[in-house]
Nanobody, 115 residues
Framework: QVQLVESGGGLVQPGGSLRLSCVAS????????VAWYRQAPGKQRERVAA???????NYADSVKGRFTISRDNAKNTVYLQMSSLKPEDTAVYYC?????????WGQGTQVTVSS
């Protein structure tokens, strides 16, 4: 089972930027599809961005052009660069890896966008 640890969250003003990181333990990180999800208070968890094991990327419409997902397999790490942040981006952000029946989640990192 992959263990995931997110970092990089915090408080940022509207229009600001943050970079989230997610480090995975274990081997064979490169074979996993990886995604970032977020969950705001009172709302369902939604997928924000995803990158497959072969590098295909997709984004939620709400973050297209503002967020960038990337992965560094040598470091077992996936990143989420967030720019032009809006108050509605406030949420707990979770990293997820999945491959077939194997599905792992991190503990989440809080992102708050507020002036």
């Amino acid at each position: 089972q992959v263990q995931l640890v997110e970092s990089g969250g915090g408080l940022v003003q509207p229009g600001g930027s943050l970079r989230l990181s997610c480090v995975a333990s274990g081997s064979f990180f490169s074979i996993y599809n990886v995604a970032w999800y977020r969950q705001a208070p009172g709302k369902q968890r939604e997928r924000v961005a995803a990158v497959t094991s072969v590098g295909s990327i997709n984004y939620a419409d709400s973050v297209k052009g503002r967020f960038t997902i990337s992965r560094d397999n040598a470091k077992n790490t996936v990143y989420l660069q967030m720019s032009s942040l809006k108050p509605e981006d406030t949420a707990v952000y979770y990293c997820n890896t999945h491959k077939g029946p194997y599905d792992s989640w991190g503990q989440g990192t809080q992102v708050t966008v507020s002036s």
